[in-house]
């Protein structure tokens, strides 16, 4: 299972970013898949998750209305469009899904919110 994401970077508040993970090694439209983020200093927490047709979405609260995610199973991509960005937004963002008992994450891509 490899999962590799992209697209961080530094962002000034209020602008936008597009979260790119690209995942291999496994059936990709087999499995729903997360989002989840790490602030500097902080635990894991987790963003969002998607079923594995894409039917059904889910967001932590301080995230709906600004956070979407999505996935093309064709391309066996995973995204996460972030607008109205906050400082308090800055943080290392993974992918993340689970196999059977095992989770896998990825390398992660680091988001910077300048206020």
């Known amino acids: 299972v490899q999962l590799v994401e992209s697209g961080g970077g530094l962002v000034q508040a209020g602008g936008s970013l597009r979260l790119s993970c690209a995942a291999s090694?496994?059936?990709?439209?087999?499995?729903?898949m997360s989002w989840v983020r790490q602030a500097p200093g902080k635990g894991l927490e987790w963003v969002s998750a998607i079923s594995w047709n894409g039917g059904s979405t889910y967001y932590a609260e301080s995230m709906k209305g600004r956070f979407t995610i999505s996935r093309d199973n064709a391309k066996n991509t995973l995204y996460l469009q972030m607008n109205s960005l906050k400082s308090e937004d800055t943080a290392v963002y993974y992918c993340?899904?689970?196999?059977?008992?095992?989770?896998?994450w990825g390398q992660g891509t680091q988001v910077t919110v300048s206020s």
């Open positions: 993340a899904n689970k196999i059977a008992t095992l989770d896998y």
């Open positions: 090694g496994f059936t990709f439209d087999d499995y729903a």
